[in-house]
């Protein structure tokens, strides 16, 4: 079954706690991106990745990190987490043409 | 730039009404267009898509979308609302040379009343 996979669903962390959110996509596409989901604001994406070893900023990277040494993994990073990061995240995994985005099924990360 | 601009935060109807949720882009060229559904603690799930084909586009669950580039509009319909309908739905706009970034609009709640 096609899937995008991540991990946590739910975590909740203290101010300044390294933290790693897992992604990985059994479909062998080459692109991958990270979006987080606010009340009222819509999906924004945060960092996105072309291909292993190529990534790059979205519209709200600050804050995070990203990496893709492999194809089907797309790890975020958050190395010290503030309150203003409390949200739900999501990867997604797409073809580059037509850019039909599969989402895994969101984190909800939560810092205190 | 692109932007998506949905319609309403909120819309309620009747079970077996019309559905009409409104979405505009603002593109410079023809983008591509996808409507996504999300069902209370799940991700998001493809509807459908409009990929320069077809302007009338069928998607899942009997909903379809019309492109129009006059108005530049990608309003979901769907003739008759169930009540399983409730949830999340989402617009997004692509440009052929964005690679796969989409740009989601705020997001449209729908209601379903018995």
């Known amino acids: 079954e096609a899937q995008v996979t991540q991990n946590p669903r739910y975590l909740i962390t203290v101010t300044g706690k390294k933290l790693t959110v897992t992604c990985s996509q059994n479909m062998n596409h080459e692109y991958m991106s990270w979006y987080r989901q606010d009340p009222g604001l819509g999906l924004r994406q945060i960092y996105y990745s072309m291909n292993v070893e190529v990534t790059d900023k979205g519209d709200v990277p600050e804050g995070y990190k990203v990496s893709r040494k492999e194809k089907r993994n797309f790890p975020l990073i958050l190395e010290s987490p503030s309150p203003n990061q409390t949200s739900l995240y999501f990867c997604?995994?797409?073809?580059?043409?037509?850019?039909?985005?599969?989402f895994g099924q969101g984190t909800r990360l939560t810092v205190v | 730039a692109q932007s998506v601009t949905q319609l309403g935060s909120h819309v309620s109807v009747s079970e077996g009404a019309l559905v009409l949720l409104r979405c505009n882009y603002s593109s410079s060229v023809p983008p591509y267009l996808f409507w996504y559904v999300q069902y209370p603690n799940q991700g998001l799930q493809l509807l459908l898509k409009y990929t320069s084909a077809a302007t009338l586009v069928k998607g899942i669950n009997g909903f379809e979308a019309e492109f129009k580039k006059s108005e530049t509009s990608f309003h979901l319909t769907k003739p008759s609302a169930h009540m399983s309908d409730a949830a999340e739905y989402f617009c997004?706009?692509?440009?052929?040379?964005?690679?796969?970034?989409?740009?989601f609009g705020q997001g449209t709640e729908l209601s379903v009343k018995p």
């Open positions: 997604a995994s797409s073809l580059v043409f037509p850019p039909e985005a599969f």
């Open positions: 997004a706009v692509s440009e052929h040379n964005q690679g796969g970034k989409l740009i």
